[in-house]
């Protein structure tokens, strides 16, 4: 081995519970394509994972998700370790049979929802001390409990409990001291691990909007060689223009091999940009929220259907779209109209539960389109199209944030499709 050599390439590298293809990589931007091999089955990168946080997508059954080519979903730790419970989760199996669900899971540590959710949590070496929100018993979630939660859960991809601060918070030490804990805690969320033949450790970069802090964080976790990398405690108030720096800046330090997962995105706009900075995965509750207040996610904007100007339209919510909900009934569709939403939406369950389906087939479709879009090298055209549909021509109306984000990746948003 010569003097310059890293050591670290002579080790043996440690064997995963996925296997991550590389199929093509955009000529312009950091954009990929790839097949993620997982326990419950492959799922094709760029992907949209719509958000089943108890064990269930509000507004859809397990067959109605299957139906969207939903192949990875998300449930959520703390939720699940609050009820049904370990013990509950232990008996049946696991998350998979509990909801019916015969593909792949990603859960989520909790840690999120510690500081989001308990204002009376308090944060330690030792991990996160709270309230019981159902009867206030005192309870502590540390990293090993976490990750014994998830082996119970049985997914196939569990994240490390990370110290989560928020982007916009001043204090800067306190974001230091989250990041150096959040790698610690990674040490003892690999330590804690029962089952990584079977399961998969994702790491979360953490350190504010400080870029020298994400690359430090980025460091360290690359090294401890998890089978994906997390880029975490973003989508929480902060501009776009300083997301769109952290994730590029973690990216640009991520190898190639591994699956990259930002946190908590949803807006198409901010997904189609974070591929093109080198993003491969997302997450967001958004869909299935915004579908409860009558909204539908669309290819010209977010159409408000309690609005009275749809009562008496009666085209599909979405024209063109495939899914259950738009498709006629001749295709075998439903043929919802966008005035029957109008009439369900503020009085019935229906609406909501109709409006689900198309918003998480919508982000499905729009990522199968991403992908092919990469691997077609035609990226590029692709986004400038999308926009221009989205702002009807209107290139004045444009945010910024995309435009200067997408130049630093070599696309001209405003230049011809």
Avoid at 150 to 175: K, Y
Avoid at 199 to 215: A, P, S
Wanted: hydrophobic share 40%.
């Amino acid at each position: 081995m010569s003097r310059g050599a890293d050591q670290n390439d002579m080790l043996p590298r440690t064997q995963h519970a996925l296997k991550f293809d590389l199929v093509a990589k955009c000529a312009t931007t950091k954009a990929r394509a790839a097949t993620l091999h997982l326990p419950h089955g492959p799922v094709q990168l760029p992907m949209f994972m719509p958000v089943a946080t108890q064990a269930s997508l509000k507004g859809l059954t397990p067959k109605q998700l299957e139906e969207t080519s939903c192949r990875l979903c998300l449930n959520n730790t703390y939720h699940l370790g609050l009820k049904p419970g370990q013990a509950t989760l232990d008996t049946i199996g696991g998350a998979h049979k509990l909801q019916s669900w015969p593909h792949n899971i990603l859960t989520d540590s909790g840690g999120f929802q510690m500081v989001s959710l308990l204002k009376l949590a308090q944060v330690t070496e030792e991990g996160v001390r709270f309230l019981s929100p159902h009867d206030g018993t005192p309870m502590l979630l540390t990293p090993e409990h976490s990750i014994s939660l998830q082996n119970s859960i049985g997914s196939d991809i569990i994240m490390q409990l990370d110290d989560v601060i928020a982007t916009t918070s001043p204090d800067h030490a306190r974001i230091l001291e989250a990041m150096h804990r959040s790698v610690r805690w990674l040490d003892r969320c690999i330590a804690a691990h029962k089952k990584p033949e079977s399961q998969n450790l994702f790491c979360i970069i953490q350190g504010g909007l400080d870029l020298e802090l994400r690359r430090e964080c980025t460091r360290q976790m690359v090294a401890r060689d998890t089978p994906g990398i997390a880029i975490g405690g973003l989508s929480g108030g902060e501009a776009k223009v300083e997301y769109c720096k952290v994730v590029k800046t973690c990216t640009d330090l991520l190898p190639d091999g591994k699956p990259r997962y930002v946190m908590g995105v949803g807006y198409p706009e901010d997904i189609l940009v974070s591929v093109a900075l080198g993003a491969d995965m997302f997450d967001c509750v958004w869909p299935t929220r915004t579908a409860r207040f009558g909204n539908a996610i669309t290819n010209v904007g977010v159409l408000n259907l309690k609005n009275a100007s749809y009562a008496c339209d009666f085209r599909p919510v979405d024209e063109g779209c495939k899914c259950m909900c738009c498709r006629p009934t001749s295709e075998g569709g439903l043929g919802i109209t966008r005035a029957y939403i109008h009439h369900t939406a503020a009085k019935e369950t229906a609406g909501a539960h109709l409006l689900s389906i198309h918003n998480v087939h919508y982000l499905l479709i729009l990522m199968r389109q991403v992908r092919d879009a990469i691997t077609e090298q035609r990226y590029p055209a692709f986004l400038r199209a999308y926009f221009y549909k989205l702002y009807a021509g209107e290139k004045h109306k444009y945010p910024q944030w995309a435009v200067d984000a997408l130049a630093g990746v070599n696309v001209d948003l405003l230049a011809e499709s």
